[in-house]
């Protein structure tokens, strides 16, 4: 389990740039990390950064307001945001990202242990001694804060690589030019999409759920790196700092975010499915459901996710990519979900939030109703049906099932 990094521009394009949006998105993210959570948000003015040594749904419940404030505040132009998940420096607020420096703002994703192989930056305060601070105070450099931030940046990357084989993902923000750099290797996934032909509208460091709350999703490949301008998210300039074989190189890439560089269309998850023939499936049968790439409506944004339960599979045959009206007659009820796996797992999309109002409040409508369907049992990590699912409506078909089949199945 590592840290996990979001992005949300603010564009005529990006649908996806609504507090019940990033709200929704912030609480399933809430598995990348516990140890803190922290964000960037830029403005016309300036941007600032604030940090808390809170989980992901804590900080909406005890922030939730001040965080909405910043988020439709006309001046506000990009919010990023970084879950920390500890594996190197100190507990505590000190070591909850961004990190600041004079010029670059850093947030990190990987795990480069020991940290003391960089080297340091003798001007610099360590105050977490995580690897993350360690990348930002070399960043940071004295000697290289009036270079080129391109040279200064693809330098100092290549340099941590050539220590540790690998970095992760990492999003640096240049103060003096406002100016975003979002780099990846082959350990972490980078993934985006895109509000119009070249202008990002949201980025995650998660397929998964990247893919739920966008159907146009592109992956930056190994060693890429896009260089965006943070108020209009346009992007500048794509680089691959290494070639295929891992060997250092500055190579611009092709123009075409579509085409095999940098930007490779995501239609599916490959994973999904137990053998090659499923697989084959699932793959065929999403791109059935979903088809082209589209503008989606507020409603279809954030569907909620099901498994498909072996009972399932069997009686009615559902598979991965259906979607599922879920009746629940007892509290005249409807949630639609999406099969998303193929095993005997139930995922959902429910937060663990032991029914607290105040954190109910703070929630998008859709989770809320799902709250309404379910009850979670937090300490050993279930969740228990209340015995109305009685009914699954798939393409119009009913189908009935007992109630004790449907009480209580595993999340993980």
Same mark, same amino acid.
């Given at each position: ?40 948000? !830029? ?10 040594? @809170? +989980? =992901?749904?804590?900080? #909406?419940? %005890?922030?939730?307001?001040?965080f909405k404030e ?29 990190? !600041? ?10 795990? @480069? +242990? =020991?940290?003391?192989? #960089?080297? %340091? ?48 993902v990492v999003l ?117 459901v979903y088809g ?121």
């Amino acid at each position: 389990m590592m840290c996990g990094i979001i992005g949300f521009f603010k564009n005529c394009g990006n649908q996806n740039w609504d507090v019940d949006c990033i709200f929704d998105t912030v609480m399933h993210w809430r598995r990348k990390g516990t140890d803190g959570i922290g964000f960037l948000a !830029v403005k016309s003015e300036g941007c600032f950064t604030r940090s808390y040594f @809170l +989980s =992901p749904s804590d900080f #909406l419940i %005890k922030h939730g307001g001040s965080f909405k404030e910043i988020v439709t505040s006309p001046s506000t132009k990009a919010i990023f945001m970084h879950n920390r998940w500890r594996s190197t420096g100190l507990p505590g607020e000190k070591g909850v990202q961004p990190f !600041v420096g004079k010029r670059y703002i850093v947030m990190h994703n990987g795990h @480069l +242990s =020991p940290t003391n192989r #960089l080297p %340091k930056n003798e001007k610099w305060k360590y105050v977490a001694g995580s690897d993350s601070e360690y990348i930002c105070a070399y960043l940071n450099r004295e000697s290289v804060l009036n270079l080129d931030p391109i040279k200064n940046i693809t330098h100092s990357l290549r340099k941590i690589y050539d220590v540790y084989n690998q970095i992760g993902v990492v999003l640096i923000f240049d103060t003096w030019e406002s100016k975003l750099y979002l780099f990846r290797d082959n350990a972490r996934t980078l993934v985006y999409d895109l509000a119009n032909s070249n202008t990002l509208g949201n980025f995650w460091n998660n397929r998964d759920l990247a893919m739920r709350f966008s159907k146009d999703v592109f992956e930056v490949e190994h060693g890429g790196m896009l260089c965006i301008d943070a108020f209009t998210g346009q992007i500048d300039q794509t680089l691959n700092l290494f070639d295929s074989n891992g060997n250092h190189q500055y190579v611009p890439t092709r123009d075409l975010l579509r085409g095999p560089g940098i930007g490779r269309l995501l239609e599916v998850h490959a994973r999904y499915g137990n053998n090659a023939s499923s697989r084959k499936d699932s793959i065929a049968r999403r791109i059935q459901v979903y088809g082209a790439p589209k503008q989606l409506r507020k409603e279809d944004r954030a569907p909620m996710v099901i498994g498909a339960p072996q009972f399932l599979r069997e009686k009615i045959g559902v598979q991965v990519g259906d979607k599922v009206l879920v009746r629940n007659s007892n509290l005249n009820r409807t949630a639609e979900l999406t099969v998303c796996r193929n095993d005997n797992r139930l995922l959902s999309a429910i937060p663990f939030l032991n029914n607290n109002p105040k954190a109910h409040a703070c929630l998008p409508p859709i989770v809320r109703e799902m709250l309404a369907l379910t009850q979670v049992d937090y300490r050993n990590r279930s969740v228990c049906f209340k015995k109305v699912f009685s009914t699954i409506d798939i393409d119009k078909k009913i189908f009935s099932f007992p109630d004790e089949e449907l009480v209580h199945e595993s999340i993980f």
